[in-house]
């Protein structure tokens, strides 16, 4: 199975792609991770990709095409994947489509998750994960059982994403809207964007989402 999320930062989609990974076997691939990882490693690119990140504006569109390109041959995505955070432009979609045709695969389906702007400034204000493992939390819908301690792994180090502040988060939300949202009637004209309500709870979308997975009956 592959599946692109989209939707506008804060929308669910790193929670809820983890979810989906879990239930089809499937890698996850967010360009966002990749690039977090590049930038922590120090690399040259890394760190040219750390200050646009910083800026809450896309990062060129060779660098991730390339980092997808190289991504899906590995071993994990034999079975498919999820794109979380890829595609974000028309023309990364397009180098997408070419991509794929060349290695013969092909997309099952684009899921679009919907929240309302004002929610999405509340869910991204809030949120902090643990260092050790990644898992997600916030402030206010989501903390740790234990007071500093990460339900999954038992680690105590929490960090905040350095674009989650509000004047990169404007930005963010800029390049959805201008950038990326293009994208739902170039995957609606192809009859593969299924649109989810992201506004519900965090199982209401995920069972929504394998709804709109599951063949017809
Ligand atoms: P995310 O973790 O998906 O919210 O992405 C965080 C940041 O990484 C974005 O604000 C961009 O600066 C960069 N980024 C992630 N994916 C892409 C992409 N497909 N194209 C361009 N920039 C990206």
């Known amino acids: ?19 989906l990974q879990a239930r089809f076997a499937v890698a996850q691939l967010s360009t966002g991770d990749m690039l977090r990882a590049a930038a922590k490693s120090g690399s040259e690119v890394g760190r040219q ?4 990140m910083a800026r809450g504006e896309l990062v060129p569109d060779a660098v991730v095409v390339g980092i997808i390109d190289e991504r899906v041959d590995s ?24 991509m794929l045709a060349r290695k013969g695969l092909k997309l099952d389906a684009v899921l679009e998750l919907t929240v309302d702007e004002e929610e999405l400034v509340d869910r ?3 949120r902090f994960a643990c260092v050790k493992c990644g898992a997600g939390y916030h402030d ?41 949202a293009p994208l739902l009637p170039y995957y609606r004209q192809r009859g593969i ?6 506004m519900t709870g965090i199982d209401q979308v995920t069972k929504a989402l394998f709804a709109a997975l599951a063949p017809p009956a």
Not at 6 to 18: M, W
Not at 49 to 52: F, L, M, N, Q, Y
Not at 149 to 167: H, I, K, L, Q, Y
Not at 193 to 198: M, N, T, V
């Open 1 to 19: 199975m592959r599946l692109i999320l989209l939707g506008p930062p804060g929308a669910g989609k790193g929670t809820q792609a983890e979810r």
């Open 49 to 52: 990709a750390a200050r646009i």
């Open 75 to 98: 071993a994990d995505c034999r079975n498919g994947f999820i794109l979380d955070g890829f595609p974000r432009t028309i023309a990364q979609a397009q180098a997408l489509d070419a």
């Open 124 to 126: 991204i204000s809030g």
């Open 140 to 180: 206010r819908h989501l903390q740790p059982k234990v007071a500093g301690v990460c339900d999954r792994c038992g680690g105590t180090e929490f960090s905040r994403r350095a674009d989650d502040n509000a004047v990169a988060v404007r930005t963010r939300l800029k390049a959805f809207r201008e950038q990326t």
């Open 193 to 198: 964007l299924r649109s989810i309500d992201g």
